[in-house]
């Protein structure tokens, strides 16, 4: 048998047809979420069973968080790919070295708040004058509630429990829009009311953030991430959220159908993934405002919890990576 000559065998294997996205290796990325699976992770768990980040070439794990999830932490080591945190804190972590990006907003606005029975005397932020607040002390809508409404009250620190809410009509206390109301209400309290972060004019985001080097090395598949990302929470939010409440399942034998379909509607109700803003509405679903990041600086920095001039929206998050 004659042997080709090697530059004829070179000319072979360059004329070989590349192998298509198909063929290749899907690349996995670990996703670790803020707290236990739950509906507010609709959006990733919808993406993931409908087969989205598959159809990217991504193997996708979500990695349940709960009180001490660490995610900066993860997400600035590389234990962790992507993130879901809040605006806030990332930012704060951010002044402090955490080589980390905001690139898509998870809810566009934080859905924390304060619990208030529906018979409690508060009515509106200024009512808190001389309350006992249930929350976390580092919590900066605290500061900033005290400077914008010139109040004094007291914190007591959480536990993520409602019991001591249920035991006192008067009680106020941090709390997730979309989670601690239905469990009042099964606990046998009334649906209580809400002072959101939003009302008061502090815009926060729920935010996915990245490491740094993960963008820099990966921004192909950082961007169909967020694609197959955006297309699960619009499928979650205006389709059948079925597959995403039976991968819940799986996940938390807590989540009954009951609580998902009340979550989700608290979700969809407040507008929290499309925006409530003019232009809100399913092509919001994921993105970050430049604007809105350079007000909540400029609201840290005036409560003096994050060092003038230390980050701007220019240096924590892009808007690159996301689906046009």
Known sequence: ?????????????????????????PLKITVQLDWISEPEHGGFYQALARGFFRDEGLDVTLVPGGPNAFVMPK??????????????NTLLQ??????ILQVAAVFQDDPSGLLI?????????????????????EWAFLKFLQKKYHLVFSVVPQNFSVA????????????YFISEPYHIVKAGGQMPRFLSTWDAGFRSYAVLITNRKFAREHPSELK????????GWRDYVTGDPAPAHEALKRANANNTDDFMNFSRRMIIDERLVTGRDADGGPAKIGQIDPARYATQIAQLEDLGILPKGKVTAAKAMTTEFLPK
């Open 1 to 25: 048998m004659t042997k080709r000559p090697p530059f004829l065998l070179a000319l072979a294997l360059l004329s070989l047809p590349a192998a298509s996205a198909a063929e290749k290796a």
């Open 75 to 88: 997400v600035a080591t590389g234990q962790a790919d992507i993130g879901q945190a809040d605006s806030t």
């Open 94 to 99: 951010q002044a402090e070295g955490l080589p």
């Open 117 to 137: 029975h529906a018979a409690s005397s508060v009515r509106k932020f200024e009512d808190l004058q001389g309350k006992a607040v249930i929350a976390r002390p």
């Open 164 to 175: 001591a809410f249920l035991g006192n009509r008067e009680a106020i206390q941090q709390g």
């Open 224 to 231: 169909a991430f967020l694609r197959a990302y955006v297309r």
